[in-house]
């Protein structure tokens, strides 16, 4: 295996409803790029979101999580992890991960972590607001 031979640099997150990547040309469309969701009740959960996010300053194997925590509660409502390889550090590598089912157990403000072996190297925060009737 491959040693990394330092953190690569996450130079964005994004989130967004859908994610559509043209086959011919690589090319990747975010659509419907959202910072705060809005929810009838919670506790809830979102039935699927994407984030996307791009890194670059990186060669070698890494270890990647993407964690959502709820601040408040200072807890991980989700975390995916796996396997990163990146081969030229001038690269700029974009990649992007399905949310599904993400719960969402009260209203407030959510945060994204990116971590690389371990270190976080970029979050971004989304709030998730309980939309009320009005009569």
Same mark, same amino acid.
């Given at each position: 295996?491959n040693?990394?031979?330092?953190i690569p640099?996450?130079?964005?997150?994004?989130?967004?409803?859908?994610?559509?990547?043209?086959?011919?040309?690589?090319?990747?469309?975010?659509?419907?790029?959202?910072?705060?969701?809005?929810v009838?009740?919670v506790?809830?959960?979102?039935?699927?979101?994407?984030?996307?996010?791009?890194?670059?300053? $990186? #060669?070698?194997d890494y270890d %990647?999580?993407?964690?959502? +925590?709820?601040?408040?509660?200072?807890?991980?409502?989700?975390?995916? @992890?796996?396997p990163?390889?990146?081969?030229?550090?001038?690269?700029?590598?974009d990649?992007?991960?399905?949310?599904?089912g993400?719960p969402?157990p009260?209203? $407030? #403000?959510?945060?994204?972590? %990116?971590?690389?072996?371990? +270190?976080?190297?970029?979050?971004?925060?989304?709030?998730v607001?309980? @939309?009320?009737?009005?009569?």
């Amino acid at each position: 295996m491959n040693q990394a031979v330092e953190i690569p640099e996450c130079l964005s997150i994004m989130i967004c409803d859908e994610i559509i990547r043209d086959e011919r040309t690589g090319k990747v469309t975010l659509v419907g790029v959202f910072s705060s969701v809005f929810v009838p009740e919670v506790p809830c959960q979102h039935p699927r979101m994407w984030a996307f996010f791009s890194l670059t300053n $990186g #060669k070698g194997d890494y270890d %990647l999580s993407l964690r959502v +925590e709820h601040e408040r509660a200072g807890a991980t409502v989700m975390e995916i @992890r796996g396997p990163l390889k990146l081969t030229d550090p001038l690269e700029i590598a974009d990649f992007y991960v399905e949310l599904r089912g993400l719960p969402l157990p009260e209203a $407030g #403000k959510y945060w994204i972590f %990116l971590t690389v072996n371990g +270190e976080i190297i970029k979050q971004r925060p989304f709030l998730v607001c309980q @939309r009320t009737e009005r009569t």
